[in-house]
């Protein structure tokens, strides 16, 4: 791909004559030499491939186009540091270099760089390359209508009847407790997506209560697999939360029901690390009926870790490669020309459904004879297949990408490791930065468009593929196939390399380097220095760099994360080439003032630096940034914004009132893209200011929140003009998403209803004085509405639906609202259906809302009951009359949470015989409460419920609860429910805060319970035998002051992981022996202890507690030395000390007691 960067030096040398007041004719002599060479490019890229000459001399020309790349960008960063420095008044007295010595040192480098090429050129005319003329590498490309056919990816031919056969498996009657179905086979041969057929399938959504998606890849780490586990069902990260934790919020999620995890991609082969991962899972849950789907490519894992004989995916017949791509080429019939040749081509995938998609890819934008004829008698085809015999199908697709600078965006990927979840926007920025994405001359299509014009045909082409996408359908993050990644690092000829902890690898001819380690200190890359010259990219994951920075003169983009990084090093200001600096560690406390000297920055990501406070000075300078992300604080000390012209990217703005800090700063920056925020508008004196903002005209902006006072702080002041400055804010038409927050005015703005059809998300929150709520019903795409915090609202009428009187037949309002949250509106009194039934033919409202929450809105009198679609229900604090509106005419519900309705005794009989599908009821701070419902048979029509909570409700009386109920969480309550002991399905028991309870039922029946949780209840002196508790894996009896023992059974507890206990009775001398829970010394794993003043020491019992990770103690007052068997415990990998006063000092760094947890990894005393 040496076109590309030749190419690239062509065009900046024809840049830089144009602008330069010296070296214009070695400039000139540069760019000729260079356009010669260009000529015979592409048969030299052809050639390469079987003569290991050429490519040698391509490589060799490669070098010498690089360094003229770094010459020039040399040049053109003398000439605007100059100018960025003469312009700043403070710096008028600086000393220059000599322009002349300047003019003669680049004329000499420039030179320099001729004579190497001239010597390149020279060894041309041996080869007997063709000239080609060449086309405008930097032809602008537009994605063909195929580019939007992702749902490529869930369309599989040829499988129907064995998916049908997993899913009838997966659906049986099963007494284990969890089965394990591999399915094996060749890469590309759609393992993954016949899983997601699987996953997907409306039977397995049916019967399973929690679908779970892990890509393992080839590190088995069974602790990250459960963190994945734990993210897929939250959608949250839990990367630095600990495996206790992780393992506690597994089973809060998964308690008592029956689930479903793909493990996709496993290569782990050493039974041990399986057995590990399977034994937490068993002891999560002790239910049957859970299913694991594990995909790999090797028998053995399948061997290992099968419980039902595994599934073999097979190659597709010939037929069915045509039909997928067909499906990738065109909707429309095809010329039985192109049919026959299409049919023959599929024959060249050797039944692989990948290798299908990605030429349907390659021949959907080439619907010419001529064209797939070409593809047809390829040479490709009759190369050896050496390291994959589908590669040279891949290749295929690659060669037929349409320029070099998007072939380079491909094989740049390379630098990824297998199976990383790359970014789109930072990957796009990352191009951006290396020189790929240049417009041509005149064009007024920006760097970013064409990177996502590329990623869209790389998309559409299969090489990318698993994208996902965020709430308003951008795409967010995708992956490569295995394979595909294979084709990137072989078509990158090793330009790119991936180096683990251990640094073994070969850098001489890498310029993208990926580094990941553990943290310890790299004093330089293993290599000479120039080929660490040569490096234009440095991604490092926990690795403490040292001094290496200073030989990376050369770099475009440098990414450093890792709480391992503890400074910045100031050499990063000679960087003088780098267009993307991103920072994340919160180890760092101060930035380098240096970085202001990076005039070529593009992108600046530093937001993962929270500890840093004070962002360096004249940022302002770096006038060719186009993207920010920095902590919020910094936001507020920015000045000058507005004279970095090229922003695109300012996730925040905080207005002031001193010059540089106005809203006005904004007005130039046309090209922002993506989330705004916009706090302190209170400080915006009127409309006209307002307008200089010029929101209107920033038409890539498609999340917008107004924000009337900074974040945390309450507005004062008056709030006269804020209708005014919202008047002014007007933003673009095709805005997604609006929020509005601390607005002190009486009414919306007059755009509001008018001109926003693309609004998905708007939020009305703390806007106190305003009266009326703008017409929104007739949005046709609003999916999410919250209102809250809106005092002055007392009515919503029927303008909120519509702007008409009198509605039609066959008007939908509110088509597309899925959630819907009324909250902290004290004086609304009235919620209006949108007309009177008798004139509503054919009119419907809210016919997808699944979710609604109202609350404190305890005036509310009237509210509508027509909610056909709705499953989730919270209300909290309203009148019983509202209540029994709005439920009483609900179906579908699942879930209903329901706080304080005042003067309702229980829940209406027919609420819960009509909604017989409901899993989950909380009651919850209802004083007037006294029984869930009126009829005899309490649960009779609760069939499907698994979820009790039962919080705050004194006069609550509950006679017997559900045998098949999964989880009971009670709190505030005087009694108990009678009938525990039949509850033999519950896996969760939560009692807490029941201040009255002196003792508690039987248990021992309760064969499934795996969370046990006993807190805070002041009376309590007995605990019964924990014996028959056999699945029992947490157990926690704390803050009972009443208790003077453990309970007994507890050595019959031979599952348990987590045990936290105390404090008891202070009038006990020492704290209570563990004895009853030595048979736990290779399984318990967390271990909570909480003291008391007195306590001197904890129990000498957990010494053989070996397999101990994690030791919390509090309260131990009197403690002043750790004992010494402490260091024993090898695998203790957390220790938490919390109000043990006289060991904070002598456990620090340096203190007497330290050298007793110096082995421990994290330690955290407070």
């Not at 006993?1014 to 056999?1030: A, W």
Request: hydrophobic fraction near 40%; charged fraction near 25%.
């Amino acid at each position: 791909m040496a076109e590309e960067i030749v190419s690239r030096v062509i065009s900046f040398a024809t840049e830089l004559i144009g602008n330069a007041r010296s070296c214009k004719e070695e400039l000139r002599g540069l760019g000729e030499s260079l356009t010669m060479i260009r000529a015979v490019l592409t048969d030299a890229e052809r050639r390469q491939v079987r003569d290991e000459s050429v490519k040698l001399w391509l490589q060799k020309l490669e070098d010498v186009a690089y360094e003229a790349d770094d010459v020039l960008d040399e040049f053109m960063y003398e000439n605007l540091r100059q100018k960025i420095e003469v312009e700043n008044e403070r710096k008028r007295k600086v000393n220059f270099l000599d322009p002349f010595i300047f003019s003669l040192s680049m004329a000499k480098k420039i030179k320099a760089v001729q004579e190497k090429l001239a010597k390149v050129n020279g060894l041309v005319n041996g080869f007997g390359l063709a000239r080609i003329l060449s086309v405008d590498s930097n032809v602008e490309i537009v994605p063909t209508r195929e580019t939007d056919s992702f749902l490529d990816h869930s369309e599989v031919v040829g499988r129907k009847s064995q998916v049908s056969k997993i899913v009838s498996l997966l659906t049986s009657a099963t007494n284990q407790q969890l089965s394990v179905i591999p399915i094996v086979g060749m890469a590309g041969l759609g393992k993954t997506t016949f899983a997601k057929l699987v996953y997907n399938h409306e039977l397995v959504k049916k019967h399973f209560d929690k679908t779970m998606w892990v890509c393992v890849s080839d590190d088995f780490n069974e602790q990250n697999i459960l963190r994945g586990i734990l993210e897929s069902l939250t959608n949250n990260s839990s990367l630095s939360v600990s495996k206790n934790t992780v393992l506690q919020n597994l089973q809060k999620e998964l308690q008592g029901k029956k689930y479903l995890l793909i493990l996709d991609d496993v290569w782990n082969e050493v039974l041990l690390k399986w057995d590990t991962l399977r034994d937490w899972l068993l002891g999560i849950m002790s239910n049957t009926g859970n299913s694991i789907i594990v995909t790999t490519r090797s028998d053995k894992v399948a061997e290992i870790m099968e419980t039902h004989p595994r599934h073999h995916l097979e190659r597709l017949p010939e037929a069915e490669c045509w039909s997928i791509i067909k499906k990738k080429v065109s909707s429309t019939p095809l010329t039985p020309d192109l049919e026959a040749i299409g049919y023959d081509i599929a024959k060249k995938c050797g039944g692989v459904p990948l290798a299908a998609k990605v030429l349907g890819g390659t021949m959907a934008r080439k619907k010419v004879k001529n064209e797939w004829l070409a593809i047809q008698n390829n040479e490709i085809w009759n190369y050896p297949h050496v390291s994959h015999e589908m590669l040279p199908i891949l290749k295929l697709s690659f060669d037929h990408l349409q320029s070099p600078s998007l072939k380079k965006c491909f094989a740049y990927c390379s630098i990824f490791p297998k199976d990383y979840m790359i970014a789109k926007e930072e990957l796009i920025q990352f191009w951006m930065a290396e020189g790929f994405l240049q417009p041509s001359q005149g064009s007024c299509v920006v760097m970013e468009d064409i990177g996502n014009m590329y990623f869209d045909i790389l998309l559409a082409n299969s090489l990318f593929q698993d994208e996902k996408k965020d709430e308003f359908d951008n795409i967010i993050i995708c992956k490569m196939h295995d394979l595909v990644h294979d084709l990137a690092l072989s078509v990158s000829k090793f330009e790119t390399l991936f180096l683990n902890k251990d640094l073994e690898g070969d850098i001489s001819y890498t310029r993208y380097l990926f580094i990941e380690s553990d943290g310890k200190i790299i004093p330089r890359i293993p290599s000479s220095k120039d080929d660490v010259r040569r490096l234009r990219t440095f991604v490092s994951k926990n690795v403490v760099l040292g001094n290496t920075l200073l030989n990376f003169n050369c770099l475009r983009v440098l990414k450093l994360n890792g709480n391992s990084i503890k400074e910045l090093p100031s050499s990063v200001g000679l960087l003088i080439h780098l267009r993307l600096l991103s920072v994340a560690s919160l180890s760092i406390r101060a930035l380098p003032k240096s970085i202001t000297k990076l005039y070529n920055l593009q992108t600046l990501r530093i937001e993962g630096c929270r500890n840093v406070r004070e962002p360096p000075e004249d940022l302002k300078q770096l006038i060719n940034l186009r993207h920010i992300y920095i902590p919020y604080g910094f936001y507020e000390k920015l000045k000058d914004i507005g004279q970095l012209t090229c922003l695109q990217t300012l996730p925040c703005f905080i207005v002031g009132q001193d010059a540089g800090h106005r809203i006005e700063e904004l007005g130039c920056l046309n090209q922002l893209r993506g989330k705004l925020n916009l706090w302190n508008l209170g400080h915006v004196r009127d409309r006209e200011e307002a307008r200089r903002a010029n929101l209107e005209e920033k038409a890539k902006i498609y999340k917008l929140r107004f924000y009337w006072t900074r974040r945390g702080s309450e507005r004062e002041g008056n709030h006269e003009n804020d209708e005014e400055v919202l008047e002014g804010l007007k933003p673009h038409r095709h805005l997604k998403s609006l929020a509005i927050d601390g607005f002190g005015g009486k009414k919306f703005p007059s755009w509001m209803s008018l001109l926003f059809g693309n609004l998905i998300e708007i939020e009305f929150g703390n806007c106190r004085k305003c009266e009326v709520l703008p017409t929104l019903g007739l949005l046709p795409h609003l999916t999410v509405l919250t209102i809250k915090g809106m005092d002055g609202v007392r009515r919503i009428g029927t303008e909120f639906y519509s702007n008409y009187n009198n509605g039609s037949d066959g008007t939908i309002l509110f088509p597309a609202l899925r959630k819907l949250d009324l909250s902290r509106m004290p004086n609304l009194e009235e919620w209006t259906d949108v007309m009177e039934p008798a004139t509503t033919t054919g009119l419907m409202v809210f016919p997808c809302l699944e979710e609604l929450s109202i609350q404190f809105c305890n005036q509310l009198k009237s509210a509508p009951c027509f909610f056909s679609s709705l499953k989730k229900l919270l209300i909290r604090d309203m009148c019983s009359t509202t209540f029994e509106n709005i439920i009483s005419k609900l179906t579908t519900l699942t879930s209903l949470e329901v706080w304080n309705i005042s003067g309702l005794a229980c829940l209406p009989e027919k609420l819960l015989q009509k909604n017989g599908s409901l899993m989950s009821l909380t009651v919850a701070g209802w004083a007037d409460l006294v029984s869930i419902v009126s009829h005899e048979d309490v649960w009779a029509f609760c069939t499907s419920l698994r979820s009790l909570k039962i919080k705050v409700c004194w006069k609550l009386q509950i006679q017997g609860v559900p045998s098949h109920l999964q989880r009971l969480e009670i709190s505030g309550c005087v009694i108990l429910p009678t009938g525990l002991q039949s509850c033999t399905s519950l896996t969760l028991l939560e009692i807490q805060r029941c201040g009255k309870l002196k003792s508690i039922p039987n248990l021992g029946q309760l064969h499934s319970l795996t969370q046990l949780k006993i807190r805070y209840c002041d009376n309590l002196i007995s605990i019964p035998y924990l014996r028959g508790l056999h699945s029992l894996i947490e157990l926690r009896i704390c803050h009972c002051p009443k208790l003077t023992s453990l309970p007994e059974g507890l050595e019959s507890l031979t599952r348990l992981k987590t045990l936290a206990i105390g404090k008891f009775c202070e009038e006990l001398d020492d704290f209570p022996s563990l004895v009853s829970i030595e048979h736990l010394h290779a399984s318990l794993q967390h271990l909570e202890l909480r003291g008391w003043p007195k306590l001197k020491s904890i129990p000498d019992n957990i010494q053989i507690l070996t397999a101990l990770e994690s030791l919390f103690i509090s309260h131990f007052e009197a403690m002043e030395t750790l004992p010494e068997w402490l260091t024993k415990l090898s695998s203790l990998q957390i220790l938490e000390i919390f109000r043990c006063s006289k060991l904070k000092e002598s456990c620090a760094i340096g203190g007497k007691e330290q050298y007793k947890i110096a082995h421990i990894p994290d330690i955290r005393i407070y």
